[in-house]
Every structure is written in structure tokens, then in C-alpha cells.
């Protein structure tokens, strides 16, 4: 029996189809830092014999009887979040609740995930995309979780032409904050990390300036830096709790703070008064999970067919064969700091 700080390989039977479901092999898969959330810091309760992994690409093996557009021997992009498009919660534009908080997140959460040689996916038409021909499996699987939460963290900040963003965390997730925030047309993007590695993909992200939290308070080097100027925004993709405390000292009026980091311990966030306009600085706090499903999955694959975004500066680290998944996932552990993203091709 697995449970939470324990990780192994398991044996069990291989998912069913239900009439509207696929079941896929996995071509590609990557470790997430979610994954390490959940079985090392117990952020979502205690699990047992759970099924890591919610990031893949796969090729169909088989659909259930009501599956439109979808066969066996296609290759497809899983999103991280598979919705139940049939609820109300979906209907209400929160397809990421379907079913109640966080329900739209399945894999790995509470039905087992995709580091497994059979995986199931409810919903097959309106949670699958067919792979561009030109994009691998190794940079689509970015395309399950990084880039459609990193571009999340910059939709909800609203990010408009012209405006100066932070983005606190550069991981992978911040990394795609950062891409995100460019493409929306941000002017200034300071982007706050310590790895190098990170820094330097950031700039090859749009980053105009790199910030380093282990070398003095970033509310007072980001304010030095904007000529003691408030930013527009700022995306939270990493930190902790105090992030938010931070993110508030250096908002302007009608601010928005996006955060997408999945916060895995700490039970409040504090919001000062003074810093929040004494409850009347029209600043926004939201956060959100990543959006799944089909649309998106095909208009953000359209980044990677076209060329307009390039992945395979994540790629820092690439296996083959299913077995180098717990190292991957070690590695998302641990951080080291050459690291991006693993990625194991199947
Ligand atoms: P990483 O751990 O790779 O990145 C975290 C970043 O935060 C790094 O740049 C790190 O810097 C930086 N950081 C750490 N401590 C501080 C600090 N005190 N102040 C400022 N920056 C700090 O994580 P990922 O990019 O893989 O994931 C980010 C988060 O997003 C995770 O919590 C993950 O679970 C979550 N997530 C959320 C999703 C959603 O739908 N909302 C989906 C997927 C993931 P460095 O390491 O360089 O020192
Ligand atoms: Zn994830």
C-alpha cells in the first residue's frame, strides 16, 4: 500500500472505457511540481495507491462507443484538467470546478493519473487534441499543464499592452507567465527567481529584467528598478505566502495579483490594510487553476505548430523509457539547479 511520502510502482488493472471515454498509452509524460504538492507535503489530503501524473501525450488505444472525433492510433495532447462539460459549474464558465472546488482536476488527484502504461480520459471529445504533426510528443506535453497555466496566470491578470508585470516564480510555470504576459503585449516584465538557468530562459522569454529573491527583498529591488513606480501587474508562480504580502506592496490602484501557484502549506494569507488601500485600492487577488480541455489545447497547440512559441527551452532534462519516471519525478523534488523541466518519452 502507497500512501502520502511514498513512491513506487504499483500494480492494477487497466481503466475502463465508458461510452464517451478514451483509454491512451502515454508517449510522453513530465513530473510536475503539483505531483510533488501532493505526495510530499499531503496538500490535498491523504491518498492512497494513487496513480501520479497529469501531464501527457499519448496515442489512443481505445473509445468508447459515443467518441465522434477521436480513434485508436491518434496522437493526443491530454490536458492537465478534464472537465465534466456536461455540468453546471462549466456552463457557468468554471469548467475547472465542474462537479464542486478543483473537481475539473482529476488525474492525480482523485482518479489515477497518467504514469501508467494505460491511462483513462473522460470526456474524449471535449477533452483531447489531436497532436500538430510537426510538434513531438517531448514538447506537446508542455502543452498539458505548463503552458496553459502560465498563460492562465496572465489572462486573469489582464494583461494589456504596454504594462509593466511582475512574475514571481520562474519555473516552469513562471517561465510561461512570462511568455504569456509577452505575447499579451506586456512592456517591462521583471521576473523573479534564483536559478540561472530559470533567469536566462525568462529573458529568452520577454523578461526586460531578472530579480533574484536570495539577494535582497524584491519589493525593494523591483522598486528601484520602475524608478519607485507600482506595477501593473504581477503574476504569482512560486514564492509562498509572503509573495502575496509582497505583490500588494507593489501593485498601483486597480492592480490585479494573479496567482497560480498551488499554495501547499501555510493555512492564511495575510493582506495588509494600508498596502490594500485601506480596503478601497480597487486591487484584485485571483486565483486560478489551469483551464483544460479541447479548445484550449488547440488554439495554445497553435503556438508550437506556428512557431510562435518554443518549448524546448524547458526541456532541460529528457529521458527514454517509463522507469525514469521517478527519477523525473525526484528531480521536481529536489530542484537542482540546472533544472527546468523533465520530460520521459515512452
Ligand atoms: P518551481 O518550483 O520550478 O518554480 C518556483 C519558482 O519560485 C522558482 O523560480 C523559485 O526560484 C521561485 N521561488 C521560490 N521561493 C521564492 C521566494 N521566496 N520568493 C520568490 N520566488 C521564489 O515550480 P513550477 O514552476 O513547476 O510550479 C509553480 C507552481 O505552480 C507550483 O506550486 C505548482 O504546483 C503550481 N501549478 C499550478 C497549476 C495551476 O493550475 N494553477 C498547474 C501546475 C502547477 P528558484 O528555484 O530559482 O530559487
Ligand atoms: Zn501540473
Request: proline share 5%; glycine share 12%; net charge neutral.
Amino acid at each position: 500500500m502507497l500512501r502520502l511520502n511514498e513512491v513506487g510502482w504499483i500494480e492494477k488493472d487497466r481503466p475502463a472505457c465508458g461510452p464517451k471515454d478514451a483509454i491512451v498509452r502515454p508517449l510522453a509524460v513530465s513530473p510536475c511540481t503539483s505531483d510533488v504538492h501532493t505526495v510530499y507535503e499531503g496538500a490535498i489530503g491523504e491518498r492512497f495507491n494513487l496513480i501520479l501524473g497529469h501531464e501527457a501525450v499519448g496515442q489512443v488505444v481505445e473509445v468508447g462507443s459515443l467518441v465522434k472525433d477521436f480513434k485508436p492510433g491518434d496522437t493526443v495532447i491530454i490536458p492537465a484538467i478534464t472537465p465534466d462539460w456536461e455540468s453546471v459549474e462549466a456552463q457557468m464558465g468554471l469548467s475547472q470546478h465542474s462537479g464542486g472546488m478543483l473537481c475539473g482536476w482529476k488525474f492525480s488527484n482523485f482518479k489515477d493519473g497518467v504514469f501508467a502504461e494505460f491511462f483513462h480520459v473522460n470526456e474524449a471529445d471535449g477533452n483531447m487534441a489531436l497532436l500538430p504533426k510537426n510538434v513531438t510528443p517531448e514538447e506537446g506535453v508542455m502543452l498539458s499543464d505548463m503552458v496553459p497555466t502560465g498563460f492562465h496566470g496572465a489572462d486573469n491578470a489582464e494583461v494589456a499592452y504596454g504594462e509593466t508585470v511582475a512574475v514571481i516564480g520562474i519555473g516552469p510555470v513562471g517561465l510561461m507567465a512570462v511568455a504569456g504576459a509577452n505575447l499579451r503585449g506586456a512592456g517591462r516584465i521583471f521576473a523573479v527567481g534564483s536559478r540561472e538557468v530559470c533567469q536566462e530562459a525568462a529573458k529568452k522569454y520577454g523578461a526586460t529584467d531578472v530579480v533574484n529573491y536570495k539577494q535582497g527583498d524584491i519589493v525593494q529591488q523591483i522598486q528601484e528598478a520602475n524608478s519607485k513606480k507600482p506595477v501593473d501587474k504581477v503574476i504569482i508562480a512560486g514564492g509562498d505566502l509572503a509573495s502575496f504580502e509582497q505583490a500588494l506592496k507593489i501593485i498601483r490602484p486597480g492592480g490585479i495579483i494573479s496567482n497560480v501557484n498551488y499554495l501547499g502549506s501555510g493555512d492564511y494569507i495575510k493582506i495588509s490594510r494600508l498596502d490594500w488601500g485601506v480596503g478601497m485600492g480597487h486591487i484584485r487577488i485571483v486565483g486560478g487553476l489551469m483551464p483544460g480541455g479541447r479548445k484550449n489545447m488547440e488554439y495554445l497547440s497553435n503556438l508550437l505548430k506556428y512557431r510562435k512559441l518554443d518549448v524546448s527551452i524547458l526541456l532541460t532534462h529528457r529521458y527514454k523509457g517509463i522507469e525514469h519516471i521517478e527519477k523525473g519525478l525526484a528531480l521536481m523534488k529536489d530542484k537542482p539547479r540546472d533544472l527546468i523541466k523533465p520530460v520521459i518519452t515512452i
